[in-house]
């Protein structure tokens, strides 16, 4: 079924399909490798969420996830931002480039987003994720851990 959707297009719910399989999904590495560069941001974080579970190679995934930190400089928090740090911790020490900006975000006294409670999930998630960055967990049989819990679209 998988191989169909792709074939179909790599949309979001397909590769939110195939980083769930994670390596036996690795015949469609090479079709998610591109989606990390395309025009959308959604795309680039779904395909590099994919990306590092199928095949555990985290620096493109890192590369992908970055720059949709970018919205944080200006303490604007969204969903996205939400989900990319959540990628970002399941990544681990790989995503150590994160950190700076991950860091800010918990030593700044000012409210990210004007919404108490997307700034206190902010907080959650950053806390987490930092914890996972500095601290990672290998899961048992080596693999890439698991990918990061539910995301809001």
């Known amino acids: 079924m998988c191989g169909a959707a ?37 795309s680039r974080v779904g ?25 944080l400089a200006g303490h604007r928090v969204t969903p996205l931002v939400l989900r990319t740090v959540r990628a970002l911790g399941a990544i681990g020490g790989p995503a150590a480039a994160a950190r700076p900006v991950l860091e800010a975000v918990m030593s700044s006294r000012r409210r990210y987003g004007g919404v ?23 899961p048992p049989g080596g693999g890439p851990p698991p990918r990061p819990g539910p995301a809001t679209p």
């Open 116 to 138: 108490i409670l997307r700034d206190e999930e902010l907080f959650r998630v950053t806390q987490k994720a930092l914890s996972c960055i500095v601290r990672p967990v290998t």
């Open 47 to 71: 395909a590099a969420e994919a990306w590092w579970r199928i095949t555990g190679e985290a620096a493109p995934a890192v590369e992908a996830l970055l720059p949709e930190l970018a919205p």
């Open 6 to 42: 792709a074939r179909a297009g790599l949309g979001r719910p397909v590769l939110r399909h195939l980083a769930d399989l994670g390596p036996p999904a690795a015949p469609y590495a090479d079709a998610v490798r591109p989606l990390l560069t395309c025009p959308g941001e959604w």
